[in-house]
């Protein structure tokens, strides 16, 4: 595997460095930053963003241009991800549109619906949200409860969605839903893409544990949508959400390992200014030895990363392997969290404009409790490596 990067490709990279430098908004990722309490406001601020990166080039960077992408390859996708995780650039809105729907629609989409959907979700005109998870169906993603029921030239979607992330500011949810009750649970499901200003859909924001309000409970009832918005064919939705699911776990690794290593950074500079028994934490034998640990980690998914990007681009998808990916950063990074905490020590509980580093540690903590259930579960990835990498019986 080649690590290394063409002059042409660096050149790239400068010109990506350059523009997010002239174009992140200023103060952003700060305490400094004046972030509106309204969500509303917020949403305005995020959709503007991705409504800049398209204007600037970078949406749809590996996309073809007959769909509003930039034609190019994933390496240079790979290299917008890394700059703009160095620099703590926003992901903006629609990110679920860009990273898991516009994939999955090139992959499995007919004709008309990548020219339908794909340049209005590149130019951040429509914000889609992802309807997958239910009360009762998390890790078991095939016991879906949600129903679909054909009725003439339309579908008749009934249920509950939950964890649905910007669906307060979406236009669009690409939802699964259970179309046939006969046969193995997985078979009968279907794809379908549903407008949010459908009448019987209501949106109710969920406050996670860190105070931020990015996630949503979504409710159907009677809710009607054209027969044609239906991606990858009737009861095929189960193969078609499997291809999305693993794009969300292994195509951000190399972004997220920046941004990682911002967090440790970060850490590691509040380690070297408190003191634990008379001396920094910094100087802790016991202490060195977690920050390295923890460094090697870091610099491990980058190779991760690097390994399922070539596997990408000499495949044309991504396999099993993913998994093996999404479990060990979504780890890594809830180890983290406790690493940070145990920095703090009695500075953990004190969380605000008064804190320390107005309290960085404890969003790592409480944050990355979520990146270990969505995607798939630590267990279900698990089970995925055991079954269809190591070759183990169910």
Known sequence: MDLSFSPQQEEYRQHVREWLLDNIPEGWGTPEFNWPDDEAERGKILREWDRKLYQGGFAGISWPKQYGGQGLTHVEEIIFDEEAGKLNAPSGVNVLGKLLLGPTLLLFGTEEQKQRFLPPLLRGDEVWCQGFSEPNAGSDLAAIQTRAELQGDRWMINGQKVWTSFAHHADWCFVLARTDHEGPKHKGITFFLVPMDTEGITVRPLVQINGNKDFNEVFFDNVYIQAENVVGGVNNGWKVAMGTLGFERGTLALGRQ?????????????????????????????????????????????????????????????????????????????????????????HAPYIGEESIARGALQDIDLGSRGAIIYAGTTQIQKNIIAERILGMPK
Request: aromatic share 8%; hydrophobic share 35%; charged share 20%.
């Open 258 to 346: 920046v941004r990682f290593q911002n967090e440790f950074n970060n850490l590691a500079r509040i380690s070297s200014s408190l003191s634990k028994s008379g001396e920094t934490v910094s100087e802790s034998s016991y202490y060195r030895q977690k920050m390295a640990e923890l460094f090697a980690e870091i610099r491990i998914l980058r190779y991760h990363g690097l390994k399922t990007i070539s596997q990408l681009l000499n495949e044309g998808k991504l396999g099993p392997e993913a998994s093996l990916q999404k479990l060990f950063w979504s780890t890594m990074h809830v180890n983290m969290g406790k690493l940070g905490l145990e920095v703090l020590g009695e």
